[in-house]
């Protein structure tokens, strides 16, 4: 669950904003669309997935991108740029009130 109240979660107060979550994998980034769409995706690049290093990022050019095979995704989790040719994996979200449940 992520509260979205919470100060780190702030960034998701706003559309297109995103946060680091704790889960799956290598860790979940969860992105605003608007006020009643929220998207979940896993961290873990689908390009070369068991390097150490494959894990995405949040960049400030409205992005998410591996710093290691410098794939790029939209912030709806489709590869934009680079050798990646899957999207991120994407998680189940649903939102009660300010409560947002992340499911696999």
């Known amino acids: 669950m992520l509260y979205l109240t ?3 979660n702030s960034a998701l107060r706003f559309d297109n904003g995103a946060v680091y979550h704790a889960g799956g994998v290598n860790g ?3 992105v605003r669309q608007n006020a ?3 998207l979940a995706f896993e961290r ?4 070369q997935s068991l390097d150490t290093c494959a894990r995405v990022k949040i960049s400030p050019f409205v ?3 591996d ?3 410098k794939s790029q ?17 994407r ?3 649903a939102l009660s009130g300010n409560i947002l449940t992340i499911t696999n």
């Open 44 to 47: 873990t690049c689908t390009y």
């Open 36 to 38: 009643s769409t929220y």
């Open 28 to 30: 979940l980034i969860v």
């Open 63 to 65: 992005q998410l991108v």
């Open 91 to 93: 998680y189940a979200t």
């Open 73 to 89: 995704f939209s912030f709806q989790g489709q590869v934009s740029g680079g050798p990646a040719n899957l999207p991120l994996r």
């Open 67 to 69: 710093p290691c095979c």
């Open 6 to 8: 919470d100060q780190q």
